[in-house]
């Protein structure tokens, strides 16, 4: 079966320091990989998707970026992260090349909190 | 552009009482509809899905019907337990958007003993 796992599950950063939180799936080949934040109290806003090694799509301009160095790896990146970037980050995968009537499948997030 | 509305939360019931979390969508074509849930502190979790019209989606008790004629995918059970408390999200998956979903804003359940 297929199992996606995030990393860390909570994390604290200064203004300014970098970030990397990682996201892996087993069990599935070329998946389409998805990132999302979730403010507080707030909805889920899609970050980033992809849908192959190298391949990233951005939906909205930030701070943050992506990389897909592996087919079933996706990684969440900044530079030097602000306030703003506080949040709870999910990655989302599902079944490569199939029809928008397939869920997406959530892993467990990550808490990040800016100081 | 496609969207989706939910109904405002906190939600907030005793058990054994019924609920509906109204949702309800803009679209162009015919998407597919998803409701999920999110318990504290974790990820989300698929609780149904209809992709097409008149479709019941039914899981753990809760059902939706997707209603193309009021754009509407309204989450209900008939018997809300402890248990059931979490956010609940609706979402459509739009045709030819490369399986990206589109969320409500999310409503907060809370059930009361």
């Known amino acids: 079966s297929q199992t996606i796992h995030q990393w860390p599950a909570t994390l604290v950063q200064p203004v300014g320091s970098p970030l990397s939180l990682e996201c892996t799936v087993e069990g599935t080949s070329n998946p389409n990989l998805y990132w999302y934040r979730q403010a507080a109290g707030r909805g889920l806003q899609l970050l980033f998707y992809?849908?192959?090694?190298?391949?990233i799509s951005s939906e909205v301009p930030q701070n943050l970026s992506a990389s897909r160095p592996q087919d079933r790896q996706f990684i969440l990146s900044s530079k030097k992260l602000l306030l703003s970037d506080s949040g709870f980050y999910l990655c989302?995968?599902?079944?490569?090349?199939?029809?928008?009537?397939?869920?997406?499948?959530f892993g467990d997030g990550t808490r990040l909190s800016i100081l | 552009g496609d969207s989706v509305t939910q109904m405002e939360g906190p939600v907030t019931l005793s058990e054994e009482a019924f609920l509906t979390i109204n949702c309800t969508y803009t679209a162009t074509g015919y998407p597919s509809l998803f409701w999920y849930v999110q318990y504290p502190g974790e990820g989300l979790q698929l609780l149904l899905k209809?992709?097409?019209?008149?479709d019941k989606g039914s899981n753990k008790g809760f059902e939706a019907t997707y209603r193309k004629e009021t754009t509407s995918f309204h989450l209900e059970k008939g018997s809300v337990q402890v248990s059931d408390s979490a956010v609940y999200f609706c979402?459509?998956?739009?045709?030819?958007?490369?399986?990206?979903?589109?969320f409500g804003q999310g409503t907060e359940l809370s059930v009361k003993p």
């Open positions: 992809s849908v192959g090694i190298g391949q």
């Open positions: 979402a459509l998956s739009a045709y030819n958007q490369g399986g990206k979903l589109i």
């Open positions: 209809a992709t097409k019209a008149d």
């Open positions: 989302a995968w599902r079944g490569a090349g199939s029809t928008s009537n397939q869920p997406q499948h």
